[in-house]
Nanobody, 118 residues
């Protein structure tokens, strides 16, 4: 059973930056074989895909149009940790952010709240 722990959220003004982290606890060394993604759930809305980074064999990245050019997804497989650097944040980025495999194969963590407001 893999546990996911997201951190790094907070309150930030529009135009600001945050860096989110997601640590995966697993007794196996297979973290690096999974495509990993960040998702977010804005208040009152469905959870949506934000960004994906492929596994160690490809290392490609894909972003939602709404964050392209401002967010950067990365991973450290040795630490089994996923990151999301968020720059030039907009109020519509306010949401709870979660990580998971690209196909949501693991149990969801508690998420980390990001609030963009002046």
């Amino acid at each position: 059973q893999v546990q996911l722990v997201e951190s790094g959220g907070g309150l930030v003004q529009p135009g600001g930056s945050l860096r989110l982290s997601c640590a995966a606890s697993t007794f196996t060394s297979t973290f690096n074989t999974f495509d990993m993604s960040w998702y977010r759930q804005p208040p009152g809305k469905e959870r949506e895909l934000v960004a994906t980074i492929s596994n160690l064999f490809q290392r490609s990245t894909i972003y939602a149009d709404s964050v392209k050019g401002r967010f950067t997804i990365s991973r450290d497989d040795a630490k089994k940790t996923l990151y999301l650097q968020m720059n030039k944040l907009k109020p519509e980025a306010t949401a709870v952010y979660y990580c998971n495999t690209r196909w949501r194969q693991w149990s969801w963590g508690q998420g980390t709240q990001v609030t963009v407001s002046s």
